[in-house]
């Protein structure tokens, strides 16, 4: 199994970024996918998560009317569209999956099965 996120870069506050989420190796069909983000010295925190048809989103309250979770499941990608970015979105982000039976659609990340490695994006002030 293996997630591919892309799209992380440096942008200054008010700007905008698309990540993207290749996923292989597993049914795409049945996963939950889930962004989900960690700032130097802080502990990881789920930004937002789409289940496994896309019909149901969930996204952190400082991240609601900014950020767009979206899925192409005939392409196994997941998007995180990421506009009027602030300097506290600094983090990198990851992406993760877990089987939409199991994963509670919201903040908790305990339950995702697979993870990528991430792609940093910075925010400047």
């Known amino acids: 199994v293996q997630l591919q996120a892309s799209g992380g870069g440096l942008v200054q506050a008010g700007g905008s970024l698309r990540l993207s989420c290749v996923v292989s190796?597993?049914?795409?069909?049945?996963?939950?996918i889930g962004w989900i983000r960690q700032a130097p010295g802080k502990e990881r925190e789920g930004v937002a998560c789409?289940?496994?048809?896309?019909?149901?989103?969930w996204y952190k309250d400082s991240v609601k009317g900014r950020f767009t979770i979206s899925r192409d499941n005939a392409a196994n990608t997941v998007y995180l569209q990421m506009n009027g970015l602030k300097p506290e979105d600094t983090a990198v982000y990851y992406c993760a999956a877990g089987w939409a039976l199991v994963v509670p659609l919201g903040p908790d990340i305990e339950e995702y099965d697979y993870w990528g490695k991430g792609t940093q994006v910075t925010v400047s002030s």
């Open positions: 789409v289940s496994n048809r896309g019909g149901t989103t």
């Open positions: 190796g597993l049914p795409f069909d049945d996963y939950a």
